[in-house]
């Protein structure tokens, strides 16, 4: 269709993944409440469910609800597809999501039976699942050190090593750092999100709809900001700014903000994207649990003050955070992911 990539830019109708929970399963602990990065998840009856806060299941499709369940009560079915307009993605996929299928056979559908031939460093890339349950317990140093040596000797354009590490443990300036990014991030909630959706404790509108000017500043965002501007983005967005009672690392113990030499060879993000996913894979191997943190890297953009107090100047900018800590029970396990894209060139 004529300029199809400029048209439904702002909350375009899609198709949206399916929860499944198996009442006789389900015992109702909450994991999946706690763990499920857009809050979409309520205990009625002492039986997981959709709390029906939005037109839809919005679902990320990341599956951790189903990995952090200790009964295996739960699954997600179909996926997240667009079928028209700037976001349309249903041309680009073939199928529904896969498990592991390093070998190449049954789409990893028997990944027990196979594990045992994998290397520990595969074996830890596929069931290292972002964490969002943590203990109070902190993190000991020598585990800390052992992390960013891994980040260390990450490869870099240019061999510049452009990075930097903010590590903050104090429970006063986490506290602060959570005060400061909700209140930045608030805002942005303003811009693309329906207001009867803002409040945690209201049920969603259905027929809620972006007033035309969000409509217009979003078509324009998109330019700028790219996948920020992704509907699903807004979702997390949301999760975190109207509940008082969410923390942007989901506290955390431990916060590593990561830095950049903006002169580095080649850009930051991806030497510093290398650097990150080292230490993450190390972590998890550790018996650690992770999470990348993006809205604080997006908070933190916006609040000068607070970046001198963390020792960030020039010429260092903020890439992204992470958040490090003891998981709360069995969290990293096997999930589907979209099958591979690729082009054999031979």
Avoid at 20 to 39: A, L, M, S
Avoid at 89 to 114: C, I, M, Q, R, V
Avoid at 269 to 291: K, R
Wanted: hydrophobic letters at 35%; one cysteine or more.
């Amino acid at each position: 269709m004529l300029f199809e990539k400029y048209r439904l830019v702002a909350m375009p109708p899609a198709k949206w993944a399916e929860l499944i929970v198996d009442p006789d399963k389900c015992t109702g602990c909450g994991r999946c409440v706690k763990t499920c990065p857009v809050q979409l998840l309520e205990i009625y009856n002492k039986v997981s469910r959709s709390n029906y806060r939005y037109d839809a299941f919005r679902c990320l499709t990341c599956e951790n609800c189903a990995t952090v369940c200790p009964e295996g009560a739960i699954r997600i079915e179909k996926d997240y597809r667009v079928p028209r307009g700037f976001w349309k993605n249903e041309n680009l996929y073939t199928g529904t999501k896969t498990l592991p299928a390093p070998f190449g056979k049954n789409n990893g559908t028997d990944f027990e039976s196979y594990q045992h031939k994998l290397t520990e460093v595969e074996r830890v890339i596929y069931k290292r699942r972002s964490n969002r349950l943590f203990k109070k317990k902190q993190v000991e140093p020598e585990l800390l050190n052992r992390i960013i040596e891994a980040g260390r000797f990450a490869p870099s354009a240019g061999n510049n090593q452009p990075w930097k590490f903010v590590v903050i443990q104090d429970p006063k300036v986490l506290t602060e750092l959570n005060r400061r990014s909700k209140k930045v991030l608030r805002f942005f909630s303003r811009l693309c999100i329906p207001g009867t959706w803002m409040d945690k404790y209201t049920p969603g509108d259905k027929k809620a709809k972006l007033k035309r000017w969000q409509k217009w500043l979003l078509w324009v965002l998109v330019w700028f900001v790219g996948g920020d501007a992704d509907q699903r983005a807004h979702g997390g967005l949301n999760a975190v700014t109207s509940d008082p009672d969410q923390s942007v690392f989901f506290n955390a113990p431990t916060m590593i903000i990561f830095l950049a030499d903006k002169r580095a060879i080649g850009g930051t993000e991806f030497d510093l994207g290398l650097c990150a996913h080292s230490m993450v894979l190390t972590a998890h191997s550790l018996g650690l649990g992770t999470c990348y943190i993006d809205l604080i890297t997006k908070a933190l953009e916006y609040d000068k003050k607070f970046q001198k107090r963390l020792g960030i100047a020039y010429p260092f900018q903020v890439i992204t955070s992470l958040a490090v800590g003891y998981p709360q029970g069995k969290i990293d396990g096997i999930v589907r992911r979209e099958k591979p894209r690729v082009t054999w060139i031979k």
